[in-house]
């Protein structure tokens, strides 16, 4: 590759990421940062009908944290040479981490004094069931191939026992709640809490670009994922953006490689930043 075509890239790939940077101040926060990695087979059942394989592996606080597993299985049916459709399920193990939640007021101490309450829960793993329909139209302009994966996506979350300490503290503590007050009826109780079951639906919409260069054999893209979720009206649960570029081994393998940025609303998940590594191949 020439030092124009090199030139080319570098400029194509700052473009993107200006262009696909979030208008919220939420970039300048101070996020989670992961490792996200995916593994991915796929076996051609016919010329149209493809059975697709999924592990995937994500890391918080860099790499010191597990904070998630996941195994899945799709079937994708190819219409025509631009649209496609699939189909399938996916089983999640997600980390929660310990969570202290403020309470309200909890009554008087023996001197009169006003008392508050929080509760620590600790860390626990939940489990998830999620299943999901989709398609995807794929078009060229010029070199750049665009694609539009629309997905709707059902996730069932398994009740979990979590373990819960409960505080007490006084107005004079307020900056500084986590040094627990003892009253002798509430200091630090344990309990069990049984988090119920629940469900969720959403609205996936991905659009992805890819430069094709010629005679190259890496491919540079970016994609923003809007996430709605569709039992409750809030807005849009979160958005995804990523940039990096793939790299064809040869016709049955690819690699590729990414920066993530996610950035919520509602979602309960943290927003924060990943680099993503995936390997793809064909059996």
């Given at each position: 590759?020439?030092?124009?075509?090199?030139?080319?890239?570098?400029?194509?790939?700052?473009?993107?990421?200006?262009?696909?940077?979030?208008?919220?101040?939420?970039?300048?926060?101070?996020?989670?940062?992961?490792?996200?990695?995916?593994?991915?087979?796929?076996?051609?059942?016919?010329?149209?009908?493809?059975?697709?394989?999924?592990?995937?592996?994500?890391?918080?606080?860099?790499?010191?944290?597990?904070?998630?597993?996941?195994?899945?299985?799709?079937?994708?049916?190819?219409?025509?040479?631009?649209?496609?459709?699939?189909?399938?399920?996916?089983?999640?193990?997600?980390?929660?981490?310990?969570?202290?939640?403020?309470?309200?007021?909890?009554?008087?101490?023996?001197?009169?004094?006003?008392?508050?309450?929080?509760?620590?829960?600790?860390?626990?793993?939940?489990?998830?069931?999620?299943?999901?329909?989709?398609?995807?139209?794929?078009?060229?302009?010029?070199?750049?191939?665009?694609?539009?994966?629309?997905?709707?996506?059902?996730?069932?979350?398994?009740?979990?026992?979590?373990?819960?300490?409960?505080?007490?503290?006084?107005?004079?503590?307020?900056?500084?709640p986590f040094s627990p007050v003892a009253l002798d009826e509430d200091a630090s109780k344990s309990d069990a809490e049984l988090k119920e079951g629940k469900h969720?639906?959403?609205?996936?919409?991905?659009?992805?670009?890819?430069?094709?260069?010629?005679?190259?054999?890496?491919?540079?893209?970016?994609?923003?994922?809007?996430?709605?979720?569709?039992?409750?009206?809030?807005?849009?649960?979160?958005?995804?953006?990523?940039?990096?570029?793939?790299?064809?081994?040869?016709?049955?393998?690819?690699l590729s490689i990414y920066y993530l940025y996610q950035d919520n609303h509602s979602s309960s998940s943290p927003a924060g930043h990943a680099i993503?590594?995936?390997?793809?191949?064909?059996?």
């Amino acid at each position: 590759m020439n030092s124009k075509s090199r030139t080319k890239i570098a400029a194509y790939a700052a473009a993107l990421t200006l262009a696909l940077l979030p208008a919220s101040n939420t970039m300048a926060q101070s996020d989670d940062f992961g490792v996200w990695t995916t593994i991915d087979a796929k076996k051609k059942l016919t010329d149209k009908l493809q059975l697709g394989i999924e592990g995937e592996l994500r890391t918080v606080d860099g790499v010191s944290e597990i904070d998630r597993r996941a195994m899945g299985v799709s079937i994708s049916y190819k219409f025509t040479k631009w649209l496609k459709a699939d189909v399938g399920y996916v089983y999640i193990d997600s980390y929660n981490e310990k969570e202290t939640k403020l309470k309200g007021y909890a009554g008087e101490d023996a001197s009169g004094t006003p008392v508050f309450n929080y509760n620590v829960d600790h860390e626990y793993w939940e489990k998830r069931d999620r299943f999901y329909i989709g398609a995807t139209a794929d078009w060229k302009v010029g070199r750049l191939k665009f694609s539009l994966r629309e997905r709707l996506q059902y996730q069932y979350t398994h009740s979990a026992l979590v373990y819960e300490d409960k505080y007490v503290y006084t107005p004079a503590d307020r900056d500084d709640p986590f040094s627990p007050v003892a009253l002798d009826e509430d200091a630090s109780k344990s309990d069990a809490e049984l988090k119920e079951g629940k469900h969720s639906t959403l609205l996936r919409s991905r659009l992805t670009v890819k430069w094709d260069i010629k005679d190259c054999k890496i491919e540079p893209f970016a994609s923003v994922e809007l996430f709605t979720r569709t039992d409750e009206w809030c807005g849009h649960d979160k958005l995804r953006y990523r940039i990096g570029a793939e790299y064809k081994i040869d016709k049955k393998n690819d690699l590729s490689i990414y920066y993530l940025y996610q950035d919520n609303h509602s979602s309960s998940s943290p927003a924060g930043h990943a680099i993503g590594v995936g390997y793809s191949f064909e059996l």
